[in-house]
Nanobody
Framework: QVQLVESGGGLVQAGGSLRLSCAAS????????MAWYRQAPGKQRELVAT???????YYADSMKGRFTISRYNAKNTVYLQMNSLKPEDTAVYYC????????????????WGQGTQVTVSS
């Protein structure tokens, strides 16, 4: 069992920055894979970035050089630092976890957060 709570969304001007946070809580030991997705109205949900428990990160092409994903394992929290924001970044951003460790030899997932709105004005 895991619950994900996102925070940090809001309204910013183009070129501005935001930092999103996602805190995981529940009856689990650790989380192998944490990620951020986003979904704009009328569009499919897309991957933004993912990070492993060891800190290996992957970014979608449009995010490279602008967004940075990180995690603090002791708090089961993943962050997304977003810089040089563009109007096309406007979307609901969702926290995602997978391969959650329940106990020795037991994994579950994926699980999704409720989402946080990011709006970038031009």
């Amino acid at each position: 069992q895991v619950q994900l709570v996102e925070s940090g969304g809001g309204l910013v001007q183009a070129g501005g920055s935001l930092r999103l946070s996602c805190a995981a809580s529940g009856s689990f030991l650790s989380i192998n894979n944490m990620a951020w997705y986003r979904q704009a109205p009328g569009k499919q949900r897309e991957l933004v970035a993912t990070i492993s428990s060891g800190g290996s990160a992957y970014y979608a092409d449009s995010m490279k050089g602008r967004f940075t994903i990180s995690r603090y394992n002791a708090k089961n929290t993943v962050y997304l630092q977003m810089n040089s924001l563009k109007p096309e970044d406007t979307a609901v951003y969702y926290c995602h976890v997978d391969n959650v460790v329940l106990d020795a030899g037991t994994l579950f997932g994926p699980r999704w957060g409720q989402g946080t709105q990011v709006t970038v004005s031009s």
